[in-house]
T-cell receptor
Framework: QKEVEQNSGPLSVPEGAIASLNCTYS??????FFWYRQYSGKSPELIMS??SNGDKEDGRFTAQLNKASQYVSLLIRDSQPSDSATYLC?????????WGAGTKLIIKP | GAGVSQSPSNKVTEKGKDVELRCDPI?????LYWYRQRLGQGLEFLIY????????KSGLPSDRFSAERTGESVSTLTIQRTQQEDSAVYLC???????????FGEGSRLTVL
């Protein structure tokens, strides 16, 4: 069964520090990977997509992909209290997304 | 509209009643997904529509659940004879092109008493 695994947390990080969120996936055929942010009581929103090995940076966010290790990560630099949310990792499988259960991130002022 | 619109935002119903949830995707988005999210849980895939192709219904949990979509427009998710375990937020998402880049509606929160 195709799976995406994440540590459920909560992950507590001091304000201003780097938050590191990790995800592993089982389907070696997956080519595309996504990070969604979900605030409590709200819907998920896409914050990063990554398709190639290596790093992809967007503002304070960096996504990292290692297909050999089947590993995806999201780094959030200069963490802010507004980054407190659940972060969902997803990989593609044909037209479907395989979702992780999410990691709850708490940024402490 | 500018985003994915879902209605109703909240629905409280009695066990055994039927409910209908509506999703209006972003104009031009050919793909439409329904997910269920129980409190504190992850996303559970229900059904996928792509243009005029036959939908992928593989995630529907029972025959009490059905969904329709006319072309590339509005979709309705119907739950017949609701049960308490159906209580959840039902999320609709649409996309154009890249299959993983989904835009979600605000969800319909269903409570079955």
């Amino acid at each position: 069964q195709k799976e995406v695994e994440q540590n459920s947390g909560p992950l507590s990080v001091p304000e201003g520090a780097i938050a590191s969120l990790n995800c592993t996936y089982s389907d070696r055929v997956s080519q595309s990977f996504f990070w969604y942010r979900q605030y409590s009581g709200k819907s998920p929103e896409l914050i990063m997509s990554i398709y190639s090995n290596g790093d992809k940076e967007d503002g304070r966010f960096t996504a990292q992909l290692n297909k050999a290790s089947q590993y995806v990560s999201l780094l959030i630099r200069d963490s802010q209290p507004s980054d407190s949310a659940t972060y969902l990792c997803a990989s593609d499988s044909n037209y479907q997304l395989i979702w992780g259960a999410g990691t709850k991130l708490i940024i402490k002022p | 509209g500018a985003g994915v619109s879902q209605s109703p935002s909240n629905k409280v119903t009695e066990k055994g009643k039927d409910v209908e949830l509506r999703c209006d995707p972003i104009s031009g988005h050919t793909a439409l997904y329904w997910y269920r999210q129980r409190l504190g849980q992850g996303l559970e895939f229900l059904i996928y529509f792509q243009g005029n192709s036959a939908p992928d219904k593989s995630g529907l949990p029972s025959d009490r659940f059905s969904a329709e979509r006319t072309g590339e427009s509005v979709s309705t998710l119907t739950i017949q004879r609701t049960q308490q375990e159906d209580s959840a937020v039902y999320l609709c998402a649409s996309s154009f092109g890249a299959p993983g880049e989904l835009f979600f509606g605000e969800g319909s929160r269903l409570t079955v008493l």
